[in-house]
């Protein structure tokens, strides 16, 4: 299992943590519009701030996701959503990152489950042609269930292209269990999204500070595939910090004598 940090603060903050401890990088700048808008001159800006650590940590992008929606009925909607997308795309190709991440998209009760699955297997068949240099993962947000994330990955079945699973989304968005989620889709599992909550809303807290029983929902994922990715994907700096070293302490994680 590879451990990544989100960074959802500025730069010069999260590279301590990436000095301290050997875990990659999840870059979430890149999924704001304006700065897709300037991506050119911002990667450059970006590269200088990570410093030393830039082709020597391991990225992830998220995509962008605000107002897009890949399956949406509306053909403008669509184009303004692969262009975004494909913008992103193009951030993770020159910054070399292994894998870049999207939201699955779905509001409940927006779209019925057919057209949706039928607009969502267009797009992304779409969207995926010529893309085989990196892997794409598509991520639950608001989803209540499994069902269209199974269903996009059975139909497209293409080797790069698959699931990342929120748990913290699950827990406030779904009432179907974390195991159930990963025991249907760790066919498809290749990258989680790991923070807490106490299941009222989604509030990226610590592993520690929720309902959830983290360290035994890694297990379980270590279990299936060792070979997954998982993003700590925390919002308070300092919880942020206990959580990495809570994973240390199980044995997840080792400090960085490296970097």
Not at 76 to 81: A, V
Not at 121 to 127: A, N, V
Not at 147 to 165: A, H
Not at 202 to 228: E, F, Q, T
């Amino acid at each position: 299992m590879k451990f990544y940090v989100s960074q959802l603060v500025e730069t010069e903050k999260i590279l301590p943590i990436l000095r301290k401890y050997d875990v990659g990088l999840e870059v979430v700048q890149f999924a704001n519009p304006y700065i897709l808008d300037n991506r050119y001159e911002i990667m450059e800006i970006y590269k200088k701030e990570l410093k030393d650590l830039y082709k020597n940590v391991d990225l992830i992008i998220h995509g962008p996701y605000a107002d897009l929606c890949p399956a949406s009925r509306d053909s403008e909607i669509k184009r303004i959503t692969k262009l975004r997308m494909d913008q992103a795309y193009e951030v993770a190709n020159s910054l070399g990152a292994n894998k870049i991440l999207y939201h699955n998209g779905y509001t409940p009760r927006t779209y019925t489950y057919i057209e949706w699955k039928n607009n969502a297997y267009d797009f992304w068949t779409d969207f995926i042609k010529g893309k085989n240099n990196k892997e794409i993962v598509i991520e639950n947000v608001l989803d209540e269930d499994y069902e269209l994330l199974d269903d996009l990955m059975k139909k497209t079945n293409k080797d790069n292209f698959s699931i990342c699973i929120d748990i913290g989304h699950i827990n406030a968005y779904s009432e179907i269990s974390v195991e159930e989620w990963i025991n249907n889709l760790s066919y498809k599992l290749n990258h989680i999204h790991l923070h807490n909550n106490y299941k009222d809303k989604d509030s990226h807290y610590g592993i520690d500070k929720g309902s959830m029983d983290v360290i035994r929902i890694l297990k379980k994922l270590n279990d299936i595939n060792n070979d997954i990715t998982i993003s700590l994907e925390i919002t308070d700096l300092e919880q942020l910090k206990e959580s990495l070293d809570i994973l240390v302490k199980e044995g997840f994680i080792k400090l960085n004598t490296q970097k």
